[in-house]
């Protein structure tokens, strides 16, 4: 099983990487190219967090859950991010097709890294990888400390402090670990860079546009490998800011975590370049030449995507202040994003209705609202949580009759669902009744609504594979019995594993676009009057 998970992840993602990269027809174009680009870096991005390795080499008091205080649990803490990410990016260099044609593309030169590495970027991720290499050292220096249970209050200037406090591991060990992490990031980096220099030439772009897809490709991968280089450096930095539980020190900061902040900022920032055949060719210039993109509904339609990918942050950012809603109830928290998506959405219809609706312009509807792929990955999505949440409530009962504790959030998740899905009634409702446009441009009033439709369909699914995901990672210990395998109040690792796979499905599903499910309609029928059904 440890061997098969990783090979059916890969296989996984090389197959959705393929599909991607085919146009309709079968063959690959400038756009479909681009849009396989893109997907690597998001996914890569995704693989690459270091959240659970955060704590490494702290020894907690008072918890009950299994430190990452040896050497091998560190190891395998870092193990997924780092080479994850690496793997992301070298299948996705490998999924890109074949040579079509008769005759063969090729190029005399040889191809070598630096003809397309991108050179103020690599310079900065040297300097990163070179600092985050000088902070691991010195780590290496700090001795460790014995975790203090905490047992009481001590009076200082009238003030009463907690005695007691975590420890922490021999600096060395978690140096140790962590230098193979940066090792196998740093030589992991320079073969997919060689990899990216020496791959085939693509039929769909000339010279200069393979040349410059290596560019972009690399762009991404280093941008990648610095915020998990400053990742390692801010696990570092939160080992060497602990203090000694026996100073009674309550507060401590983490330099390196605001730099690891900084830095991930920066590469979000640090955008590829485009190429050129994918905007001539692409979306983007039909959309300016489209008689529907110049309508004001369309432009509202556009402007409520970007709103519905930031109500999710605003949501977040809200439920961190609730109480009952922070970390400690991330299933609250899914469903609040959830929510905000929705709210967006039903707002926009009303929007809609109210600015450009008119009474007299026929109401249409589209016979095809959502994609055969979308709504059979909904519904695969929706059943997928219900077997997790049936499976969460019978392990959680197997647990209390041992006697043992166990998360509960399937007592939220349930109720918190329902909400979830009577809000998503409430845009498709509104599409479904509000007032037709009046317009020039066939099918647009219809195409307005399919949008609407496909955008609640796809937070239904990006909600229950993300609500699925918390259940799996915040109730682990819930599968064990249920598989005939000793109860335990730690932590299992193979289902944290599931569950941040399904959560990151989850959010790749959020992030894709609403014309990527359906390049190819089911059925070219029009759509059909209101009235006439």
Not at 24 to 36: D, E, F, L
Not at 180 to 197: E, M, N, R, Y
Not at 355 to 379: D, F, K
């Amino acid at each position: 099983m440890l061997l098969l998970g990783p090979f059916l992840l890969a296989a996984g993602l090389y197959l959705l990487l393929r599909w991607v990269i085919l146009a309709p027809g079968g063959g690959t174009t400038s756009v479909t190219v681009a849009q396989h680009s893109l997907w690597i870096g998001v996914i890569g991005w995704l693989a690459s967090s270091l959240q659970s390795a955060g704590s490494a080499g702290i020894l907690p008091a008072g918890s009950t859950s299994p430190p990452l205080a040896t050497s091998a649990s560190i190891l395998g803490a870092l193990a997924w991010p780092v080479l994850g990410c690496l793997a992301v990016h070298a299948i996705g260099q490998l999924s890109y097709p074949g040579p079509q044609l008769p005759r063969r593309l090729a190029s005399l030169g040889i191809r070598r890294v630096r003809d397309f590495l991108p050179r103020t970027l690599a310079w900065t991720v040297l300097a990163i990888f070179v600092g985050s290499a000088v902070h691991i050292g010195w780590v290496a220096t700090l001795p460790g400390y014995e975790a203090n249970p905490f047992n009481g209050f001590e009076e200082r200037n009238q003030n009463f402090s907690r005695i007691g406090g975590d420890g922490r591991i021999q600096g060395s060990v978690l140096a140790a670990c962590l230098g193979a992490g940066w090792l196998a990031l740093a030589l992991g980096t320079l073969l997919v860079l060689t990899l990216i220099s020496r791959r085939r030439q693509l039929e769909a772009l000339d010279a200069a546009e393979n040349d410059l897809l290596r560019t972009v490709a690399m762009n991404r991968l280093l941008r990648t490998v610095a915020t998990i280089a400053t990742g390692l450096a801010a696990i570092a930095g939160n080992f060497a800011a602990r203090p000694d539980p026996s100073a009674n020190v309550s507060s401590w900061t983490n330099p390196a975590g605001f730099a690891a902040f900084v830095v991930l900022l920066v590469m979000w920032g640090w955008a590829p370049p485009k190429l050129p055949s994918a905007k001539a060719g692409g979306a983007d210039t039909h959309m300016v030449e489209s008689p529907a993109s110049a309508h004001p509904a369309t432009r509202l339609s556009v402007s409520l995507g970007a709103a519905m990918g930031l109500a999710p942050l605003a949501a977040a950012a809200l439920g961190f202040v609730l109480p009952g809603a922070g970390p400690g109830q991330p299933v609250i928290l899914v469903a609040l994003m959830a929510t905000a998506m929705l709210l967006v959405a039903a707002t926009g219809e009303l929007l809609l209705h109210r600015n450009y609706g008119s009474p007299e312009a026929r109401r249409t509807w589209p016979r095809q609202a959502v994609s055969p792929a979308l709504l059979t990955t909904a519904i695969a999505a929706v059943a997928l949580f219900a077997v997790i949440l049936v499976v969460n409530v019978a392990g959680g009962w197997k647990l209390r009759e041992a006697g043992l504790d166990v998360s509960r959030g399937w007592v939220v998740a349930a109720p918190a669902t329902a909400a979830v899905a009577a809000i998503a009634c409430l845009p498709v409702a509104a599409a479904r009744v509000r007032r037709g446009i009046p317009t020039d441009v066939p099918g647009l009033d219809a195409a307005l609504r399919a949008i609407t439709v496909h955008r609640v369909v796809r937070t239904i699914a990006t909600y229950c594979l993300a609500q699925a995901g918390v259940l799996l990672m915040t109730a682990s210990n819930a599968l064990p019995p249920l598989l005939g395998l000793p109860a335990s109040t730690f932590t299992w690792q193979p289902a944290v594993v599931a569950g941040a796979a399904l959560a990151a499905a989850g959010v790749v599903i959020a992030v894709i676009p609403v014309r990527g499910f359906a390049r190819v309609p089911a059925a070219p029928a029009q759509p059909v009057p209101e009235g006439s059904r």
